[in-house]
């Protein structure tokens, strides 16, 4: 050398050591360097670490000579490069933190603290602040506090605090906050805490504390809320508040707090308190609000499910048999709470025999029993069902009732119901087939009337009395 220096061997896992090289010296100087048992690293065996070495050692290290063992940060105030070392930071690119970094084609620094641009790539070993854009991807190994923006993806080997706008794909290894929009999946390894908006998925391996809209569908494996859209499937595998709105499945593995709404399927593994609205089933442990759906499910509901079957294992379910005026035997189910349930009801009436007029009904309804006293309970229930002689079912022949009744409970399971009944018998007048249905008993017909529909209601009033078990 020219004049005197000090040079410095460094290598990972080695100590440091300088040494002064005198000016002038020719002769080949031997330098010992030795283990550093404080220095030396361990690897964890498990797979997310093991992703998280590839990336780090054979992605955002394209000089390992120089990244690996030299820990010493370089700041500049700008580069140009074309390609990673192909520019003014040379072979020291992934040692130097560029206040603006341009990229010709793509670039290596070990961070950014206000703007880079890359026509193709950007790749950083650390930190990223301010913003960075990139024709294809960016790929940072440390914090991003900074906007960015790529026609393909965002790769992140850490937390992002601030936004992420991807043609693709945005995957952050940590957690992420305010906003990743992108044009397939969002993926975060950790927590997200900002609104997440993707053309197929978003997919958080924690909790979620921001809205999610997907085309296809949102996953959660932890907590989640307070907004999920999605056009097919919604997930949250442990709690979740806010509202869930999947085109065919929401699920939640745990409590829910707030609304499921689902075109097809609403899950929730523990208890909901809210609402659940599904155009097929609702399914929960335990209702604190409301069921609406076509078949709801539940151990135990403290709310209305409103369906056309509810099945609370906890809940109301009677048998009946039952007599009234026209149909002498008629058993009836009814199923739900007791301050609304379903009814399904079916019935006969045997004719004699020389002219087989056996005519038989099937029906559904709803009604509500409200508890009076310990032993006696009020009765309202409406159903309508469709009159039937033999097969023939050619033209309508609806009788509907509006029962108002009690039921006395003499013994558990076991009640006898009374009431009267307002019916109504609807019949098309065109039809001129139609058998005689009162045959043992005539009631005083109250009302009878066409309408300009031609159909015709003939209205009067009546009584029943069944019994009921369970």
């Known amino acids: 050398p020219p004049a005197e220096l000090m040079l410095a061997v460094k290598k990972r896992n080695y100590s440091d050591t300088v040494v002064a090289v005198q000016s002038g010296r020719t002769k080949l100087l031997k330098i010992p360097i030795s283990i550093d048992d404080e220095k030396i690293e361990t690897i964890a065996d498990s797979v997310a670490e093991k992703i998280k070495r590839f990336w780090e050692t054979k992605v955002l290290s394209l000089n390992p000579a120089n990244t690996e063992n030299i820990t010493d940060t370089i700041y500049r105030h700008t580069q140009v490069s074309f390609f990673p070392y192909v520019g003014t930071n040379h072979r020291l690119s992934g040692n130097v ?23 193709l790539f950007n790749i950083d070993r650390d930190d990223v602040e301010g913003f960075q854009f990139a024709g294809g991807f ?20 850490d937390s992002v605090k601030g936004a992420q706008f991807a043609g693709l794909i945005n995957m952050n290894w940590n957690s992420s906050q305010k906003f990743s929009g992108a044009g397939i ?29 997907a085309g296809l569908f949102n996953l959660a494996t932890a907590n989640g809320g307070p907004v999920q859209v999605a056009g097919m499937m919604n997930f949250a595998g442990r709690n979740f508040k806010g509202t869930q709105a999947g085109g065919i499945f929401n699920f939640v593995g745990n409590e829910i707090h707030g609304a499921q709404i689902g075109g097809l399927i609403n899950v929730a593994a523990a208890r909901i308190s809210g609402v659940q609205v599904s155009g097929l089933i609702n399914y929960a442990t335990n209702v604190n609000g409301v069921q609406i759906g076509f078949l709801n499910v539940a151990d135990s509901v403290h709310g209305v499910p409103l369906g056309f079957l509810s099945f609370v294992v906890k809940g109301y379910h009677k048998i009946e048999l039952s007599a009234d005026e026209i149909f002498y035997t008629n058993l009836a189910f009814r199923t739900g709470v007791s301050h609304f349930y ?11 025999f020389e002219e087989d007029e056996t005519f038989w009904t099937f ?6 029993a409200p508890r009076l006293t310990r032993w006696l309970n009020l009765n309202v229930d409406v159903t309508t069902s469709q009159i039937v002689k033999g097969d023939n079912i050619d033209a309508i022949n609806l009788l509907n009732k509006v029962f108002v009744g009690v039921e006395f409970e003499p013994a558990k399971k076991i009640g006898l119901a009374v009431g009267i009944t307002l019916n109504g018998q609807v ?21 009878d009337h066409t309408y300009s529909n031609d159909l015709n209601l003939k209205m009067w009033w009546g009584g029943k009395v069944g019994l009921r078990f369970l």
């Not at 969002?186 to 053309?199: C, E, W």
């Not at 379903?342 to 004699?352: A, L, M, R, Y």
């Not at 029906?363 to 509500?368: F, K, N, P």
Request: aromatic content about 10%; glycine content about 18%; proline content about 4%.
């Open 97 to 119: 933190i560029n206040d603006y970094s341009f990229n010709i084609f793509g670039g290596y620094s070990r961070g950014v603290r206000k703007l880079e641009i890359g026509g």
């Open 138 to 157: 960016n790929a940072v190994g440390g914090k991003v506090s900074a906007v960015q923006f790529a026609g393909l993806a965002n790769l992140n080997l």
């Open 185 to 213: 999946i969002n993926i975060t390894n950790g927590n997200s805490m900002g609104s997440q908006l993707a053309g197929h998925g978003n997919l958080t391996m924690g909790d979620q504390q921001g809205p999610h809209i």
């Open 342 to 352: 379903n009814i399904f009801t079916v019935g006969v009436k045997p004719g004699s």
């Open 363 to 368: 029906g559904y309804g709803i009604g509500t």
């Open 427 to 447: 019949t098309d007048a065109t039809y001129g087939q139609y058998p005689e249905l009162f045959t043992d008993y005539t009631p005083d017909i109250r009302y």
